[in-house]
């Protein structure tokens, strides 16, 4: 199977929150390497935040046509960097000497029923010393209508991102993003009411919430957070 249409509007309104992507795109940079493959490349907004400009080769991954066809026009209007080019499919879709420096999902494995086989399919295209990252919602406890209406199995933390460590790797580095966040979400919900959050609410939460949490967060050693970030390193 390498079409998949995609349900949820989430996309669009997250495209928004230029602040959170710059915030953890700094954090995940320095394991790219020459060659980075984006799973679950939605509609380029990730691309367009975290590809740098000299990057040598972004493969963005994704299976939904319609989607896909987002990113091919933003290459075409060259608002992404030229290393960016588009795959349509899965990562089992991959030829198997397709290997790659860095293969990240950001929001995406959450989506995905069997974690664990999804990651291990990606280590396999991992040259040696490469890395594997993924961000995802943290703490099943925040759970919400916004969560289900999106298609989440699930959210994470420390023990499940360890659990899903692929055959061959080890882990790099789990932390934890969104202090400030998380402490809204645990207050009162503020953010996550209804099954979808507006674009005031993620420009609030992007512009004045984020800033703060950059700081917690440093402060706390990136124990603490509303989102969760896995790194592991092949062998």
């Known amino acids: 199977m390498t079409e998949q249409k995609y349900v949820g ?16 795109g700094k954090l995940i940079r320095p394991y790219f390497g020459d060659r980075v493959l984006e799973a679950g490349a939605g509609l380029g907004g990730t691309t ?23 990113i091919d026009q933003l290459i075409a209007g060259n608002k992404l960097p030229g290393g960016v080019k588009t795959r349509p499919g899965f990562v089992q879709d991959l030829p198997a000497d397709d290997l790659y420096d860095c293969i990240i999902y950001i929001d995406v494995i959450e989506h995905i029923e069997d974690d664990a086989a999804e990651l291990a399919r990606a280590a396999e295209h991992l040259k040696p010393g490469g890395f594997l990252v993924a961000l995802s919602p943290a703490h099943q406890w925040l759970f919400t209508p916004f969560d289900e209406a999106i298609g989440h199995y699930r959210r994470y933390n420390r ?21 400030a966040g998380m402490l809204l979400s645990a207050a009162n919900r503020l953010m996550l009411r209804q099954s979808m959050p507006t674009v005031n609410q993620i420009l609030v939460w992007d512009r004045l919430v984020i800033p703060v949490s950059r700081l917690l967060d440093w402060l706390t050693g990136y124990r603490f957070g509303k989102s969760v970030v896995g790194v592991w390193r092949k062998r």
């Open 9 to 24: 509007e989430e996309l669009t309104i997250f495209a928004h929150a230029v602040n959170w992507k710059a915030y953890y």
């Open 48 to 70: 367009l935040s975290l590809c740098p400009p000299d990057q040598r080769e972004w493969v963005c991954l994704e299976p939904d046509p319609t989607l896909l066809r987002e």
């Open 159 to 179: 023990i499940r991102m360890e659990q899903v460590t692929p055959p061959g790797c080890d882990i790099e580095r789990i932390f934890y993003l969104d202090s």
